[in-house]
């Protein structure tokens, strides 16, 4: 499986990013960077990497400088130069392993080491050096990819039954995890791969609880379900299961399927180590079947902001919280199209 890598952030968001990181403040560097970053994508290499090396010129040990060398590292890697981004990436390592780019320039090396140098032994050598001396430094979505990046590795190099244990640590030390359709398009068939039926399939229910309420994220978890039935001989369940998305009148066999093995103690390690990230403690509960626990969150979270954006994204979680409590999608698109539109009953007032 190749990993998906957010490589390098849209130029639009490059100074946004090092602003909110409150380091290496210089008047005008945000611009600079911004604009060279535009010039990158749209311009010839040699224009984009110039206007990219200005910027490392004339902010030298900023961030906005291990930023621009970042987005060189982009260049080259839409211009088939691997070897050039690693160098890149290493460098920033070096210089800026102290900031927020640590995280960046991880996952860069990674994925240069595992999808276009095909290197998976110094990739798997990288990540348990490289974790421990930056890892501090990792944002939420840089600390999401160390199990999803260790399980690449493992499994490139013929170990399952280690790239097994990769993501199952993972979820409990990285329980956003739970959050990506990444971590479960690894998790689930690796569980059916080692003979692991009755946890893929468990596994499977709570990928589809705690999914997101989007087209392509249910449909993943939803075959997921299938092809572990199916696996397990049972095309009757898997049939009556799709049926009763549609017609509530059809018993859900998915009722009748144990939640994923957390014990109690890891369930609440997990809610601390997502202390403060409100959206990740609501995907534990959903995983573990307590959408009971969650909707209150989730409620909350939509009462705390004024903000357009923020507001649509935990309507979209209250979706999923009636969508494992239900085990089935009616009462969550029905309040999808309430907020939308405001037609019909608020299926939350229900």
Not at 249 to 274: F, G, H, S, Y
Not at 295 to 321: I, Y
Request: proline share 5%; aromatic share 8%; hydrophobic share 45%.
């Amino acid at each position: 499986m190749r990993s998906s890598l957010s490589a390098y952030p849209l130029p639009c968001l490059l100074a946004a990013l090092v602003a909110a990181a409150g380091l290496g403040a210089q008047p005008g560097a945000d611009q600079a960077l911004a604009s060279a970053a535009k010039t990158a994508y749209e311009a010839p290499m040699a224009e984009g990497l110039a206007a990219l090396q200005a910027v490392v010129d004339q902010y030298p040990g900023s961030v906005h400088a291990g930023q621009a060398i970042l987005e060189m590292g982009g260049v080259y890697i839409r211009n088939n130069l691997p070897n050039e981004s690693l160098a890149g990436a290493e460098a920033v390592l070096e210089e800026y392993g102290h900031t927020y780019l640590a995280g960046q320039a991880f996952r860069r090396k990674m994925f240069l080491l595992l999808d276009m140098l095909h290197r998976p032994q110094e990739a798997l050598d990288f990540l348990l050096e490289a974790v421990p001396q930056y890892g501090e430094q990792f944002l939420a979505y840089d600390n999401l990819w160390v199990p999803l990046y260790e399980y690449d590795a493992r499994h490139r190099l013929g170990d399952d039954a280690a790239a097994l244990d990769a993501l199952a640590r993972g979820a409990l030390s990285y329980p956003q995890v739970l959050d990506s359709p990444d971590f479960f398009a690894r998790y689930l068939p690796a569980l059916r791969a080692n003979g692991l039926q009755e946890d893929a399939l468990s596994g499977a229910k709570g990928a589809f609880a705690c999914c997101a309420f989007k087209e392509a994220d249910i449909k993943q978890a939803a075959d997921s379900l299938v092809k572990s039935w199916i696996a397990g001989g049972d095309l009757g369940m898997a049939s009556q299961f799709l049926s009763a998305q549609t017609d509530p009148q059809v018993a859900n066999p998915l009722a009748d399927v144990p939640w994923p093995k957390i014990t109690a103690d890891d369930r609440e390690a997990m809610l601390a180590r997502a202390q403060g990230d409100r959206k990740t403690q609501v995907a534990i509960l959903l995983y573990v079947g307590d959408a009971d626990a969650a909707l209150p969150l989730a409620q909350a979270g939509l009462s705390e902001t004024q903000d357009p954006q923020q507001m649509a994204e935990w309507v979209e979680r209250l979706a999923r919280c009636l969508k494992a409590k239900d085990l089935s999608l009616a009462r969550g698109n029905a309040l999808l199209r309430y907020a939308k539109t405001g037609e019909g009953e608020n299926p939350l007032s229900q």
